[in-house]
C-alpha cells in the first residue's frame, strides 16, 4: 500500500498498488498490508481501507495479508487476552466486506501457533495473518 505525500503518520491507505493474478479466467487481487500498532490508528486504518475501497470501487480482495498489529481472538494471544475492540471490529467490517476469513484457522482449527514473541515479557502473538475468500480454500 503506498502512502501519499501528505501523510505524515505512515497509517493513512491512500493508493493502493496490487495487480491481478490470473487463476484460470478469474483474476485473484492480493493486497499486502503492515497495520499501525497503536490501536487507535489500527482501528482507524481499516477503517480507512474500507471506505477507500467503497469510494472507489477498487476491485473485491481475494487474499489479505500481512502484519496486523493486533490479535482477532484472545487464543490468538499467550498468555491469552483478548485484543482491542476498535481494531478487532474494524478488521471484521473489512473483512466481512470481501468475504474473507482467517485462512490458516479454517484449515487448522485445533492447533495454536504463534508468530511474534515479545523476548522481553515472553508474550507470544498471531499478528502476521492470511485471509482469504472463502471459495479459494481447498478443504482436504
Known sequence: MARSQNDRSGTRPSHPLFPP?????E???ILAEYAPNSPKENADFWKQLHTLWTRRKLPKISVLLGDFNMVEESVDRLPPHPGNLGCTQMLRNFCRHFQLIDGWCMTNPD?????FLQPQTAIRLRIDCIYVNGKNIKHQ
Open 111 to 115: 492447533k495454536l501457533a504463534f508468530t
Open 27 to 29: 483474476p485473484l487481487h
Open 21 to 25: 493474478i490470473w487463476q484460470g479466467a
